[in-house]
């Protein structure tokens, strides 16, 4: 690898916050040097949030995911290293074989591969989710490892505070992590593909709260919807409302229960529905892109939320 004298060469695919936050850090290290960036061609579905205008113009930039451009991108600017954070394609081997390619995942390898573990760590109630930086090979999420982190889930936590969790550890940590790396100052360990568990991708129609559920799975489910994209939602009638804020604090108890059925509007502007085994209090909602207290929507305890 080059001296500190002489700058490492890099290709940094980068989509949505994590690769937003993995550029940052890179172009802020005296030790690197961007030759090259690859961005979504469809910025909007991955919420690509990389300003490339700041960038210095010698930078090259492809928007693409097409393949056999990304492969002849690479081999024209012959980079040091390729580092992904966060890709929708799985990389062939002549491609792999064109520089050392490094990926940062967000799950624990070995389990904990593909999609959204973000979104299935808030769901299924884990405590902590961690950051995997391990070599890419042809297998996905399927290289040695060098460096995983844990970033602890709080009850409080929700899926845009985990994102900023990872941001910054990002933007500080990540160029200095891969350059003692590729000095050889971190041991590589094997990723153990016995243990392999999977995560499956999620569609916007995943988010719809079902009220037969328990509370805590609906909150949890309310907890890790970006709301950006996949936000949790039920319906009012025909009005399709996102539920951005709840909580299971009421103590009151019912034994006669309709799953969806408003009990209560709060004076201070939310309302309790039913559940499965209790009361959820929704605090806070979206209705056609605007922010509301639930009781401006919804006005009558005859009222009930419906899954579909």
């Not at 000095?183 to 009220?211: G, Q």
């Not at 319906?235 to 034994?255: G, P, Q, Y």
């Not at 009361?279 to 419906?306: E, G, N």
Request: with cysteine; hydrophobic share 35%.
């Amino acid at each position: 690898m080059p001296t500190n004298k002489n700058k490492i060469s890099l290709i940094i695919v980068a989509f949505g916050f994590m690769g937003s936050s993995t550029l940052n850090s890179f172009y802020q290290n005296k030790f690197f040097e961007i030759k090259g960036i690859i961005i979504p061609a469809d910025n909007k579905y991955y919420y690509s949030e990389i300003n490339i205008k700041k960038l210095n113009k010698d930078i090259k930039i492809l928007p693409s995911d097409d393949k056999t451009k990304v492969h002849n991108f690479i081999k024209k600017i012959k980079p040091d290293i390729v580092v992904i954070s966060t890709y929708n394609k799985i990389l062939d081997k002549k491609t792999l074989g064109l520089s050392h390619f490094i990926n940062i995942h967000h799950g624990k390898l070995p389990k904990q591969k593909g999609r959204a573990s973000i979104n299935w760590a808030l769901i299924m109630g884990r405590k902590s989710i961690y950051l995997t930086i391990h070599q890419a090979i042809p297998k996905l999420d399927s290289g040695k490892i060098f460096k995983q982190k844990e970033f602890k889930i709080l009850d409080t936590d929700n899926y845009q505070s985990i994102k900023n969790k990872i941001c910054i550890f990002l933007k500080k940590d990540i160029s200095n992590i891969i350059y003692e790396y590729l000095n050889n100052k971190i041991k590589l360990k094997n990723n153990n593909l016995s243990k392999e568990t999977w995560n499956c991708s999620r569609n916007p129609e995943d988010s719809m709260i079902n009220f037969f559920d328990k509370r805590q799975v609906i909150l949890n489910l309310i907890r890790a919807s970006d709301v950006e994209k996949f936000g949790a939602y039920c319906f009012l009638k025909e009005k399709k409302i996102v539920v951005l804020e709840a909580n299971i604090n009421s103590k009151r108890r019912f034994e006669g229960i309709i799953p969806g059925r408003v009990v209560k509007l709060n004076s201070n502007g939310s309302i309790d529905c039913l559940c499965k085994d209790g009361i959820l209090t929704i605090t806070k909602v979206s209705y056609q892109k605007k922010i509301y207290k639930p009781k401006q929507i919804i006005k009558s305890t005859r009222c009930t939320l419906l899954n579909d």
